[in-house]
């Protein structure tokens, strides 16, 4: 394609967008010169290019050498990456992080579609409700985990003294020392946590749905499940998808609530991926080895996000 | 009819107590002394309330006071800045056209998929060179850099539903950018700039695997990585106390800020805020 077909149709798309807009705003404008426009977006631009894509491409070299904290930089090929495939405790936090993945984001999805229908039409005391249920999330894991560190204190805190006091355990029960019973408890405090922002995304589509939908179901005679099965769920299919994936995607990427309560242990028995990078990277000083670690957790995440979507747009 | 306002009721009624309970439960916890915190609850002396462990958080070795201090500055300068970018970048993006202009917004929806935690390493790197380490305007940059993507593409669709007439007018009166910016359209993308000012803040004040990375000196810490320090007793022995106490400070800014400004909060959840 020669230049000059090139730039009449970048013209042409140029002025068509712009007409959508409205009307003509395009380089020669009065009213917006296109100087300008680049010097509003250059700051913004500068931030994200200095924060995220430097650091994206010196990850890629980093990932090629040993890169010390002090000492020589030695580059090294492909060596971090094939030592990956024999990082047997890498391997560990992986396998925990989707063994967490799985556990939670089915609670999470089904609690907060459960509050989404209660509180999606205004009723009476609607609207204190949603607030109530959307503030462990916007309080955030972080703090919510340090009131849990001492709530879970054998003898002392809440969850012992309501379990003993129901005839459960004897209220002796150490949980952040004990790889499994941690993770149980982990779990509970997110789905709980996190479950209002699932009502939160849910509730904007299920108020879009038309209430003549439900009205010709209940007089066909159809039952309230049967209602959200054949109406709601397919209507909300993409939200759902969304939703299910923003869960996902910060399971992924789980780290606080695990380094807050358990700081990864007993041993590395709740590592997660993000906390392996994190050690290896800032506790072993393996910076190398944790960037190529790194470039692999940006490509997991990214291929999720994307396998979602796809298997979003084959069901349609 | 009847059996769903049954259900609402019971169902609603106990949803409620599960989220509302272990919060107030927390609140309950502050204002009661260590020694009852960490004793098998005792009836006697389970309601002796007190303010001590406040009093410990401001008085006391961990100097809270100073990490509360910190927190506020980072988070409100992490607001006002990713405001003002994404303000001005915004309506760089909406109304005029430029040749960079579709690929640099491109660039700028890319990074919004590109979880910071897994570039934390050579983040590290790049910012200990540019001196950003163990420096609160270096937890603002950064902070401000995670929240733009989203900013950018709230005030680029605020911009995008001011009708350009309004601008024109304005010029024709003599109207310079900044000037129609400030005066003219500043009115109107106020809701946006506020979503995203609200955003900027509580993700800044809530943020922990940044700060504890990019933080190293006592004196630097924000609240959420010098409460790390409570819990592992860095002040001589644990103090359960302070912790519930400082947990609580946490959570304030969220609670008011949510409830007051819940309008502009939904919005951006509508919007894409937030990733995960």
Redesign the interface.
């Known amino acids: 394609m020669s230049t000059a077909v090139r730039g009449a149709r970048r013209r042409d798309s140029?002025s068509r967008?712009?007409a959508s807009?409205?009307?003509r705003?395009?380089?020669g404008?009065?009213?917006?010169?296109?100087?300008?426009?680049?010097?509003?977006?250059s700051?913004?631009?500068l931030?994200?290019?200095?924060?995220?894509?430097?650091?994206?491409v010196?990850?890629l070299v980093?990932s090629l050498t040993n890169?010390p904290l002090i000492g020589t930089v030695k580059f090294s090929g492909l060596k971090n990456y094939t030592a990956i495939v024999s990082d047997a405790a890498f391997a560990k936090s992986v396998l925990y992080t989707l063994l967490y993945t799985v556990i939670v984001t089915g609670p999470i999805l089904v609690l907060g579609y459960?509050?989404a229908v209660?509180?999606r039409r205004k009723?009476r005391?609607?609207t204190?409700?949603r607030?109530?249920?959307?503030?462990?999330f916007?309080?955030?894991l972080?703090?919510l985990s340090?009131?849990t560190?001492?709530?879970a204190?054998p003898?002392?805190g809440?969850i012992n003294?309501v379990l003993r006091d129901l005839g459960i355990t004897d209220g002796t029960t150490a949980w952040l020392v004990d790889g499994p019973l941690a993770t149980g408890l982990i779990c509970v405090l997110v789905v709980?946590a996190v479950s209002?922002?699932t009502m939160?995304?849910l509730m904007?589509g299920m108020q879009a749905i038309p209430r003549e939908y439900y009205e010709s179901a209940e007089l066909d005679g159809a039952g309230?499940w049967k209602q959200e099965r054949e109406i709601t769920i397919p209507i909300l299919r993409r939200t759902i998808a969304m939703a299910v994936i923003?869960?996902?995607?910060?399971?992924?990427?789980a780290?606080?609530q695990f380094?807050?309560l358990t700081r990864g242990g007993p041993g590395t028995d709740t590592t997660t991926v993000?906390q392996y990078?994190?050690n290896r990277?800032?506790v072993q000083l393996q910076?190398g080895a944790?960037?190529a670690l790194?470039?692999v957790?940006?490509i997991v995440?990214?291929l999720v996000?994307a396998a979602q979507f796809r298997l979003l747009r084959e069901k349609d | 009819m009847r059996l769903k306002n049954t259900f609402y009721v019971i169902g609603g009624g106990g949803a409620f107590l599960v989220f509302a309970v272990p919060l107030l439960w927390a609140l309950f916890r502050s204002v009661q002394p260590n020694d009852v915190i960490v004793a098998a609850p005792d009836g006697k002396t389970f309601f002796d309330l007190t303010w001590d462990n406040f009093r410990t958080l401001i008085e006391g070795p961990g100097n809270l006071v100073r990490a509360v201090g910190n927190s506020l500055v980072v988070a409100i300068s992490t607001a006002v800045l990713t405001a003002l970018l994404a303000t001005l970048a915004g309506y760089g993006f909406a109304r005029f056209r430029f040749r960079s202009g579709p690929v640099l917004f491109a660039l700028v929806v890319v990074s919004m998929m590109i979880p910071f935690q897994a570039i934390l390493t050579p983040l590290y790197l790049e910012m200990n060179v540019l001196r950003l380490t163990d420096s609160l305007l270096g937890l603002v940059l950064f902070y401000t850099t995670v929240n733009l993507p989203f900013g950018v593409f709230v005030m680029r669709n605020s911009f995008a539903s001011v009708p350009v007439e309004l601008e024109d007018s304005a010029h024709v009166d003599g109207c310079g950018t900044l000037r129609m910016l400030g005066s003219v359209l500043r009115p109107l993308i106020t809701p946006g700039a506020a979503t995203v000012a609200l955003y900027a803040f509580l993700a800044a004040w809530t943020e922990f695997l940044g700060a504890l990375t990019f933080l190293t000196k006592d004196e630097l810490y924000t609240l959420p990585v010098a409460l790390v320090n409570v819990q592992a007793g860095a002040y001589g022995e644990i103090n359960f106390g302070s912790l519930v106490a400082g947990s609580v400070i946490a959570m304030i800014p969220c609670v008011v800020l949510y409830v007051g400004l819940q309008r502009f909060y939904v919005s951006g959840l509508a919007s894409g805020a937030v990733k995960g």
């Open positions: 140029g967008r712009a807009a409205g009307r705003v395009g380089q404008s009065l009213t917006h010169p296109s100087r300008t426009g680049l010097l509003l977006v700051p913004a631009v931030f994200v290019g200095v924060f995220v894509l430097v650091p994206l010196f990850a980093i890169w459960a509050l209660l509180v009723r005391g609607s204190v409700l607030t109530v249920f959307f503030l462990p916007v309080v955030g972080s703090t340090f009131v560190v001492l709530e204190q003898d002392s809440l003294i709980w209002g922002l939160m995304l904007a309230w923003i869960s996902v995607i910060g399971s992924l990427l780290f606080s380094y807050i993000v990078i994190y990277a800032f910076l944790a960037t790194s470039i957790l940006v995440v990214g996000t």
